[in-house]
T-cell receptor, first 105, second 119 residues
Framework: YDLTQPPSVSVSPGQAARITCSGD?????FAWWYQQKPGQTPVLVV????KRPSGIPERYSGSKSGDTATLTISGAQELDEADYYC?????????FGGGTKLTVL | QMSLKESGPTVVKPTETLTLTCIFS??????????VGWIRQPPGKALEWLSL???????RYNPSLSNRLRITSDPSKNEVVLTMTNMDPVDTATYFC???????????WGRGTLITVSS
């Protein structure tokens, strides 16, 4: 089972950044999103498709349409530059997407 | 507050067996839905899930690596051990352990340990 993400997304500061994650029948599964900055451990930013864990800024949101989950960062800032990974479960296994590098400049 | 820390060798030789230990605190594997997972990340590459052990004793493995992996726990020491056999240079990566509750996401992570496979 694969989760497909675009390798990179680039936006200007203040614009909305949208990162997609597609997978077979993902519409019937939950998706989670992690942020990983260079040299740091991943941080969960969206849970169960669209739930924001405690401490995550409101500009982070998740949604899903069909078999594509989307992480949206409204008003992206330079501090949001990072790699973002989606995650799902399939067949009793944890699956990570290939990651998307977000550039804000 | 939960914390996890990985320990293991920094270098292993090709064909050797890697043994990694995750020492954790702030939760207990006596709770059936509590779990500890292992995830690795080759330099500059994506996260890859390896294995997961729930307090219920349920063991999960990445199907592509299952014949090389074994996960065990010592609840009395709050430790989870992952062994990976027949190491190869392509297994060079940072190995993370992380906490999970049920069929969910990894919410607390260790800092990771870089394992280099080289002769």
């Amino acid at each position: 089972y694969d989760l497909t993400q675009p390798p990179s997304v680039s936006v200007s500061p203040g614009q909305a950044a949208r990162i997609t994650c597609s997978g077979d029948k993902l519409g019937k599964k939950f998706a989670w999103w992690y942020q990983q900055k260079p040299g740091q451990t991943p941080v969960l930013v969206v849970s169960l498709d669209d739930k924001r864990p405690s401490g995550i800024p409101e500009r982070y949101s998740g949604s899903k349409s069909g078999d594509t989950a989307t992480l949206t960062i409204s008003g992206a800032q330079e501090l949001d530059e990072a790699d973002y990974y989606c995650q799902a479960w399939s067949g009793g296994s944890v699956i990570f997407g290939g990651g998307t590098k977000l550039t804000v400049l | 507050q939960m914390s996890l820390k990985e320990s293991g060798p920094t270098v292993v030789k090709p064909t050797e067996t890697l043994t990694l230990t995750c020492i954790f605190s702030g939760f207990s594997l006596s709770e059936s839905e509590a779990g500890v997972g292992w995830i690795r990340q080759p330099p500059g590459k994506a996260l890859e899930w390896l294995s997961l052990l729930f307090g219920s004793g349920d063991e999960r493995y990445n199907p592509s690596l299952s014949n090389r992996l074994r996960i065990t726990s010592d609840p009395s020491k709050n430790e989870v051990v992952l062994t990976m056999t027949n190491m190869d240079p392509v297994d060079t990566a940072t190995y993370f352990c992380a906490h999970i509750t049920g069929i969910d996401a990894f919410d607390f992570w260790g800092r990771g340990t870089l394992i280099t496979v080289s002769s």
